[in-house]
């Protein structure tokens, strides 16, 4: 139970404890205290600040009271505040008078005080800026500037010194006259050691003269005024622009200390034997002498020889006087070789300025050094003495442009030989790319891309390499090229598709594509297609050529196997054979069918008779299929399909099938006349006659008795055998199977066409084909052995 | 050498003559430290009245000048006009404890009459007319010269306390009509400027006089 109550003690102690230490009122400190002025007077009030590490707490605020007392008469006044910050009024400001400040934070828990200010009352105060500050130029003192203003206030209050500076219009670095010259009760002050008709702004403020009494007041506000004009006391920057190699522009930089206004350059120019003088007024406005810029006049144009050197003296001219005299001396072209150039020329970017470094030309001796640097039309120029080595561009310069920089060594006023390099002072991708087109048309698997190279404004900065990208919708390829080359070769395309191609420029900076072209490749090789068209067309022709030779050389197989002959029946001498006729006999020729008889032979026989007979036969079965096939032979159109005839039917099979496949239309006797054998003159008893005719023979036809009554009407008939045959060509080629009949069959009735009787159809005995012999007249055919095979 | 030697040669060299000159040294040295210090601080309060004196003197320019643009037509002349029973602006005693005093004591009577001026004003004037600021402003200041004047005779005759004024203190005029009261607040301040320029002068004077003679008062 004690135990328990001690320890419900200490905790509440503990806790107690650290609630004083949170909340206990932190000592105020860094008490300050201003009194500022009002109209002529310092104001009755006083501000103070100070800190305190303590933070309020709502539960235990602290309130913060300024004291302020005079020790003098023991007066005393405060207020107080939560705040770290109070104003106290008192009454009247106790100027002169001694006061001791100081703060109390009081909380519940306690009070505690700050450190005490005691000072004079002039300790806190902060004056106002001087007034009516004024900026007076006196001619004749060129380099110096009166300043004037009036104090803030009467010093029976507070006694002040002053502080000064001044700056040249447009610069932001002042310049503070030194504290001991100014530290008076003073109203004006004269500036000394100025530039000539420079511009100057100047402010002035104060403070009490105590030391380390106060504040300062603000800076007054800028008083601006020019000093007076001087002549010039530096000699003009002379340089040239070398505008072909004949012709120079002389120009000339103001000098670095004009002193005013330069309203003209004074010019000399001495050259082997001549001297020319001159005065180059100068029209400048105001506004351009005012940015402080060197301006750059142009003064002359010379021609240069290339054997004569020139030596140029200008002076500039103000209102006041004229400049130390500044040279330029150039040598002839000959002679500029012997001024050798600087060594080992740098130019890089560095904290954005360009850097320029070299080494001396041996062993001459330089005077000093010309930098200069140019981008398209704009040139500028510095100098640097003989000892400099590396320097940086001082003129102002612009990113993604290309500079040509130039180190010009000057030997005693000579111009030296330049050594140049380009540089940029920022690089950045190009503008844009180069637009590429094709070099003439494409082919098949290649194509010839040409581009031309971005224009110097549009570089951004030394290209390393390009990029050539071509895309035929379904992959983009790309291939990179060194900088120096505007064209390349594209193999390896496929033919007859379309290419989107772009070139792709980069710096080291970044890259930037140019437009897009398109191109179509050749579906074929140029000439191939031609090529194609002259092999096919000489094929053709090849082929007609060949046809046409083997129907040449072969017209007469062509002939026969096309157009056979069809020996005109009336032409034969069955055609004139006449019963009043003896026969005559011809000598059979040689591929002519001779020696055929109509046998009256068993089936057998009748095979071997026709086995001999197509020994005998010199008639191809070719000529009959094609005297078969054609339709104007003869007019055997019913032979128009090709079909086998009567011997082929007989070559394709068994004779006696064949025999009894066919129909017999015709008869051959036997008669003393084979092939080769020359008939005898003997009228032959015997007649035989063949024919062609798709119609089966008639009875009469196969009675070769009746053949020999009948015999010139066979002729008839055998000449009227196109007609026949014509007529039988309308039916179907099954029908000349149906002609091959069995012999027995062929007494059946046959369908034959009419005969008609037509003399015409009666050909000449002279032309019948000697093929055909006299038939036995009155006769008819000799049925056939094993007769018609039916169809 | 052992240590008994090298203190038989110290003894032998401090003989008591010279010791006692070099403690007569050693105080006189202290002494100009004193008074130099003493010298330094008399010419601060001094510089510090004498400010005042004249920032109250310049004040009291302004005020009248202020003072007569506010009481109308023949303000001018008010301030020609004789008036009975204000202070003496002329500094009077040979020693300058005395004439201390005399500051001190026509201060005091002066800073009666601005006070009666202030409120006769007070009843002439707009609550803000800087007239009464400019009345109360000087009015406070010569309250402060008077405590600084004070203070600097203590400082300079602390053993001489300032004796009350021979004829008692100042008397203020009896109850007056308007006129009267521009006429003697007129007079009142022009005297009063008249005055504060005597007292700037006698601190002058007083620089040269007192602060450096300051030691030798003491030691008297």
Known sequence: ?791 | MNGHVKNMYFHQFMTPTTLLSLLLLMAVDSTRTVAASRHQQCAIALQQTLKLTKLVQTESVNLIKTYKSSQGEMSELFCKVSVNDIPDPNISGLEPSERIVSVYTHLQAFNSHVKRVYEQQTDLQLPTSPLLMELSTVSVRSRDLAVLINSFYQSLFPNLPIPEPAGGPTTLPPPQNVFQQKVYGCVVLKTYKGFLSNVAKELRTLKTKVCRRGTQTNML
């Not at chain 1, 050094?369 to 039309?377: L, P, T």
Request: net charge negative.
């Open chain 1, 1 to 791: 139970m004690v135990f328990a109550r001690g320890l419900q003690l200490l905790v509440l102690a503990s806790l107690t404890s650290v609630v004083v230490r949170c909340d206990r009122p932190t000592k105020p400190v860094n008490l300050s205290c201003e009194a500022v002025q009002e109209e002529k007077s310092i104001f009755k009030t006083i501000t103070c600040e100070w800190d305190s590490s303590g933070s309020q707490s709502e539960s235990v605020p602290t309130t913060y009271t300024l004291i302020v007392k005079k020790t003098s008469t023991d007066e005393i006044y405060n207020i107080s505040t939560q705040l770290k910050r109070a104003e106290l009024d008192l009454d009247t400001y106790p100027n002169h008078m001694n006061l001791d400040v100081w703060v109390t934070a009081r909380n519940k828990l306690g009070t505690v005080e700050s450190d005490h200010l005691i000072h004079d009352a002039n300790y806190f105060v902060k004056p106002n800026p001087p007034s009516d500050v004024q900026i007076l130029s006196e001619n004749g003192f060129s380099t110096s500037l009166l300043i004037n203003w009036i104090h803030p206030i009467n010093k029976v209050y507070v006694e002040l010194k002053y502080q000064i500076r001044f700056a040249p219009r447009g610069s932001h670095q002042w310049t503070y006259v030194p504290l001991m010259d100014t530290a008076k009760y003073i109203q004006s002050f004269r500036l000394q050691n100025l530039q000539p008709d420079t511009k100057y702004v100047i402010q002035v403020r104060c403070k009490n003269s105590v030391y380390d009494y106060g504040y300062w007041s603000d800076w007054s506000t800028n008083a601006t005024n020019r000093t007076p004009e001087d002549r010039p006391t530096s000699k003009p920057d002379l340089w040239r622009i070398d505008e072909d190699n004949q012709q120079w522009q002389i120009i000339s930089k103001d000098p670095v200390f004009s002193n005013g206004k330069i309203k003209s350059f004074e010019i000399r120019i001495e050259s082997h034997r001549s001297k020319e003088w001159g005065s180059i007024p100068v029209n400048r406005s105001d506004a351009d002498s005012s940015t402080g810029n060197r301006e750059i006049t142009f003064l002359k144009k010379m021609q240069i020889a290339d054997d004569r050197s020139v030596k140029v003296y200008v002076n500039a001219t103000n209102s006041v006087g004229k400049s130390p005299e500044g040279l330029l001396f150039i040598p002839a072209k000959a002679q500029g070789g012997v001024l050798a150039p600087v060594e080992d020329l740098k130019v890089w970017p560095e904290g954005g300025q360009l850097w320029v470094e070299w080494n001396a030309p041996k062993p001459m001796s330089v005077q000093e050094y010309v930098v200069e640097w140019v981008s398209g039309g704009w040139l500028d120029w510095q100098r640097e003495n003989k000892s400099t080595r590396r320097t940086a561009i001082k003129g102002i310069l612009e990113k993604f442009v290309c500079y040509n920089v130039s180190v010009y060594p000057i030997y005693s006023g000579w111009l030296g030989k330049p050594a140049r390099t380009e540089a940029y002072l920022e690089q950045q991708a190009p503008l844009r790319g180069p637009n590429v087109k094709l070099k003439g048309d494409p082919g098949r698997n290649e194509a010839e891309l040409v581009w031309e190279e971005i224009p110097l404004h549009s570089r951004g900065g030394f290209i390393t390499n390009y990029t050539i990208h071509y895309s035929s919708g379904a992959e983009t390829h790309n291939r990179k090229v060194p900088a120096n080359i505007t064209s390349y070769r594209l193999t390896g395309l496929s033919g007859g598709t379309k290419y989107d191609t772009w070139i792709e420029a980069s710096t080291i900076r970044g890259s930037t594509n140019g437009s897009n072209h398109s191109f179509t490749t050749l579906k074929y090789a140029p000439g191939e297609i031609e090529g194609i068209v002259v092999g096919v067309s000489l094929g053709c022709l090849f082929v007609i050529v060949t046809i046409m030779l083997f129907c040449l050389y072969k017209k007469d197989v062509l002939k026969e196997n096309f157009w056979p002959q069809i020996p005109n029946p009336g032409e034969s001498t069955i055609g004139n054979w006449s019963p009043d006729y003896p026969l005559r006999a011809e000598p059979p020729k040689e591929n002519c069918l001779s020696g055929i008889s109509v046998l009256d032979v068993h089936m057998c026989d009748a095979k071997c008779v026709f086995e001999e007979d197509k020994t005998s036969l010199s008639l191809k079965k070719d000529k009959y299929l094609s005297e078969e096939h054609s339709s104007g032979i003869g007019g055997s159109s019913c032979m128009s399909s090709p079909r086998q005839s009567v011997s082929d039917s007989d070559e394709g099979g068994d004779m006696a099938d064949t025999t009894s496949s066919t129909v017999q239309y015709s008869s051959v006797v036997a008669s003393s006349g084979y092939k080769g054998q020359t008939p005898s003159s003997q009228p032959q008893q015997s007649i035989f006659s063949r024919s062609e005719s798709t119609q089966p023979l008639l009875d009469s036809e196969e009675n070769p008795d009746m053949m020999v009554q009948e015999g010139s009407r066979q002729f008839q008939h055998f000449a009227r055998q196109p007609r026949f045959a014509e007529c039988a060509g309308n039916e179907d080629t099954a029908d000349f199977d149906r002609l091959r009949m069995e012999p027995q069959e062929a007494n059946e009735s046959l369908d034959f066409c009419p005969l008609e009787e037509d003399n015409e159809q009666i050909a000449p005995p002279d032309r019948l084909s000697a093929e055909w012999l006299p038939v036995k007249p009155a006769s008819s055919y000799m049925p056939q052995l094993g007769g018609y095979r039916p169809q």
